[in-house]
């Protein structure tokens, strides 16, 4: 079984990836933005991600055809993405991305954005 974790080098998503692999059965990959974040600390967590046996996948909670490819052959996806506005439209391109490569079960980033002050216009594609 293969658990992708959106949201992996947050202070919740990172706490998730390490959960998971303490149970030792499954494959861990994390999506981030860019393996190659030329910031330090975002640099560093991708290192300790790495060094702890998990996959790392390039993708974009805005770009739908980067969910795709980090989507592929995962079975599970938790997603700890931040509480801001790409939140609710990006876990909806999330979901679409997940559903087309077959993910079998979706868990979901924590609805707390007061989604009445987002300008959620209904978008092309």
């Given at each position: 079984m293969t658990v992708l974790v959106v949201g992996s080098t947050r202070i919740l998503g990172s706490k998730i990836?390490?959960?998971?692999?303490?149970?030792?059965?499954?494959?861990?990959?994390?999506?981030?933005?860019?393996?190659n974040d030329s910031h330090q600390e975002k640099r560093q967590k991708i290192d300790e991600i790495k060094a702890n046996g998990t996959g790392i996948v390039e993708g974009d909670l805005m770009k739908g055809e980067t969910?795709?490819?980090?989507?592929?052959?995962?079975?599970?996806?938790?997603?700890?993405?931040?509480?801001?506005?790409?939140?609710?439209?990006?876990?909806?391109?999330?979901?679409?991305?997940?559903?087309?490569?077959?993910?079998?079960?979706?868990?979901?980033?924590?609805?707390?954005?007061?989604?009445?002050k987002l300008s959620l216009r209904r978008q092309p594609g």
């Open positions: 990836v390490a959960a998971v692999l303490d149970k030792g059965t499954v494959e861990v990959k994390a999506m981030v933005r860019s393996s969910l795709l490819r980090a989507c592929a052959e995962v079975d599970v996806m938790v997603s700890a993405v931040g509480n801001n506005e790409v939140t609710v439209l990006g876990q909806k391109k999330l979901i679409d991305a997940a559903k087309k490569q077959g993910v079998k079960w979706f868990i979901p980033s924590d609805y707390s954005v007061d989604y009445r």
